[in-house]
């Protein structure tokens, strides 16, 4: 068995006028993730774990943001085509664990949601999906409610 991990990262400033969308799910919040697509950085953590391990480069390679085709896209639609390049390279997963790191809003009570929603685009169940969440304890552009962080890490194997 071939069995490989990959290591994901992303970050988004918060701006107003832009909704939340954090693990493929809108949350109400009085600002949003700011990015070329719905900014979704737990999902897109999620797809560069999962192209590293995979040796695919990374989201930014796969969907530009100069690319006019993916602007205000939906994240869930870009996991799905990355699942579908692993899976035409031979590969399943294994698992995935995320953090998001945000001071508000809460994350705990989307958790199973998210769960619930990205494990039929991932191939998984939702045992297979850990998410969790943390403040920056106030310190930094996090702490200072400016901007969310997401980290992943995925195991794929063959």
């Not at 900014?39 to 590293?52: K, M, N, R």
């Not at 949601?113 to 920056?136: C, E, M, R």
Request: charged content about 20%.
């Amino acid at each position: 068995m071939n069995i490989r991990v990959g290591f994901g990262y992303d970050v988004h400033p918060l701006g107003d006028n832009r909704e939340l969308w954090l693990g493929g799910i809108k949350l109400e919040f009085d600002k949003g993730c700011v990015g070329h697509s719905d900014a979704d950085v737990l999902l897109h953590a999620i797809c560069d774990a999962l192209l590293g391990a995979a040796n695919l480069r990374d989201i930014g390679f796969h969907f530009p943001n100069t690319n006019p085709k993916y602007k205000g896209a939906d994240s869930k639609l870009l996991l799905k085509e990355v699942v579908d390049l692993l899976l035409q390279k031979g590969y399943k997963i294994g698992n995935i664990d995320a953090t998001l790191s945000l001071e508000a809003p809460k994350i705990n009570p989307h958790i199973t949601s998210i769960q619930t929603i990205l494990a039929p685009i991932l191939n998984v169940t939702v045992d297979d999906i850990s998410i969790k969440a943390t403040t920056n304890e106030k310190l930094g552009y996090v702490g200072r409610g400016e901007g969310v962080n997401a980290y992943a890490v995925a195991l794929i194997y063959k």
